[in-house]
């Protein structure tokens, strides 16, 4: 039994991945690396196994892509604020943990990543929503039911995928493909800037 589920799920994992839109994928890095130049801030979001991966996210743009000498991105997890959300979650409503938090700190131009399977996450669509209304970049990557972040989206990655699991592997690898190649690109240009 294990085993069929395994080869099952490795199946759909490929094909998932053999499927991705290299085209999306790409202006999302594109976004993320030129955000530097532009001094924006680039804030991540998302519910469950997608706030953790939202996490990973700021863990390893903000960290892991360091290089002596190369500007750093200006980025955070809204996931992390745990006692800003369950304030917010407590005192107004968990449908605007995400709203109250970029009010503190979204500049217009910014840009809002969100982390979704089903797209239709009230929070991060509110946060969306504020986000569009002050003029900021919406990027989300959601599965294939694509919900009501898609439309919401200035860059959306649709994964092809119902799977819950899947979909947040897929997350996890947009995350490693971008940032380790954003790190080999910060490398050499630490090496031009140390000649």
């Keep these: 039994m294990f085993r069929s589920y395994y080869s099952q799920y490795q199946a759909e994992w490929l094909k998932v991945i053999q499927q991705l839109d290299i085209n999306i994928i790409e202006k999302i890095y594109e976004t993320i ?3 530097t130049e532009k001094n924006q801030q680039i ?8 706030a953790s991966s939202a996490s990973h996210w700021a863990c390893d743009f903000g960290k892991g892509v360091n290089v002596d000498g190369v500007k750093r ?10 006692p800003l959300m369950t304030a917010y ?5 968990y449908s605007d943990i995400f709203v109250e938090q970029l009010k ?3 500049n217009p131009e910014d840009i809002v990543i969100g982390l979704s399977v089903s797209g239709n996450s009230e929070n991060v669509v509110r946060a969306f929503q504020y986000a569009k209304d002050l003029g900021a970049q919406v990027i989300s990557l959601v599965g294939e039911k694509e919900g009501r972040m898609k439309g919401l989206s200035d860059i959306s990655l649709v ?20 940032s ?9 240009q630490g ?5």
């Excluded at 380790?180 to 050499?188: D, I, T, V, W, Y």
């Excluded at 090496?191 to 000649?195: D, F, H, R, T, Y």
């Design 33 to 35: 690396k030129n955000s």
């Design 43 to 50: 804030f991540v979001l998302g519910n469950g196994g997608s």
């Design 73 to 82: 991105l200006k980025i955070l997890s809204l996931t992390d604020q745990i």
């Design 89 to 93: 979650g407590n005192d107004i409503n």
């Design 104 to 106: 503190n700190l979204l």
């Design 159 to 178: 994964i092809p995928s119902n799977d819950y699991g899947v979909v947040e592997d897929v997350h996890m690898y947009v995350n490693h493909v971008i």
């Design 180 to 188: 380790q190649f954003l790190k080999k690109e910060n490398e050499r």
């Design 191 to 195: 090496a031009l800037l140390a000649e």
